[in-house]
């Protein structure tokens, strides 16, 4: 769904690195978020945001730095990559809080920290 | 720690057998959603159940809600080559989503 769209696809880094996974979404959606997808645990949450200027924090977020400056943009900062930060990052967008309210999640971003 | 469990992790099936997926939390959920995977693609929303005990249909999948509402389950009848993906369910306990650990499902022809 052309609405909601990742960048890069696809990313390799070195461990120490910073990295910045883009997410723009077009539906000017109150909610964005951020997860990760790993084998054997599915996906987890890092971050959500509310409206442009409110984060806060998922299941998983350290390590991570998200900020949201503007509704439609959402970046994800990983400050120092791990190893273990490799994944699968989905965003996704909701048109109000999670709790009534569909999800609609971007493409995905496939990084691997080596 | 992950607060919605998914049963099984892995099912194989038979084109043409039925499959299920089981649900469970352990708190009380407002509402569930589920949700589909396509491997290599992102999770599409299906369905959202909200009230205890609702069961809702979409052709050939059956949504179930539980009477306390931590529990759901997602039927499929006669499955296709299509069904092929991971299936998760989600609920909100606030505004953080939980989502299970999935069951992915594979058709074999």
């Known amino acids: 769904d052309a609405g909601i769209t990742q960048s890069p696809r696809y990313k390799i880094t070195e461990t120490g690195r910073q990295v910045t996974l883009m997410c723009h979404q077009t539906w000017s959606h109150s909610y964005m978020f951020w997860y990760r997808q790993d084998l054997g645990h599915g996906l987890r949450l890092i971050y959500y945001?509310?409206?442009?200027?409110?984060?806060d924090k998922g299941e998983v977020p350290d390590g991570y730095v998200v900020s949201r400056s503007k509704t439609e943009n959402f970046p994800l900062t990983l400050e120092s990559a791990t190893r273990s930060q490799t994944s699968v990052y989905f965003c996704?967008?909701?048109?109000?809080?999670?709790?009534?309210?569909?999800?609609?999640f971007g493409p995905g971003t496939r990084l691997t920290v080596l | 720690g992950q607060q919605v469990m998914q049963i099984p992790q892995y099912q194989h099936v038979q084109e043409g057998e039925d499959f299920t997926t089981y649900c469970n939390s352990s708190t009380t959920l407002s509402n569930i959603q589920w949700y589909k995977q396509r491997p290599g693609g992102h999770p599409v929303f299906l369905i959202q159940?909200?009230?205890?005990?609702e069961v809702k249909k979409q052709k050939r999948l059956t949504f179930q809600f539980g009477e306390a509402k931590k529990n759901s389950s997602l039927h499929i009848t006669a499955t296709q080559t299509t069904d092929v993906g991971t299936y998760f369910c989600?609920?909100?306990?606030?505004?953080?989503?939980?989502f299970g650990t999935g069951t992915s499902l594979t058709v074999i022809p």
């Open positions: 989600a609920g909100p306990p606030g505004n953080q989503f939980y």
């Open positions: 996704a967008s909701s048109e109000l809080g999670g709790r009534l309210h569909t999800q609609y």
């Open positions: 159940l909200v009230k205890s005990g």
């Open positions: 945001s509310a409206a442009a200027d409110i984060t």
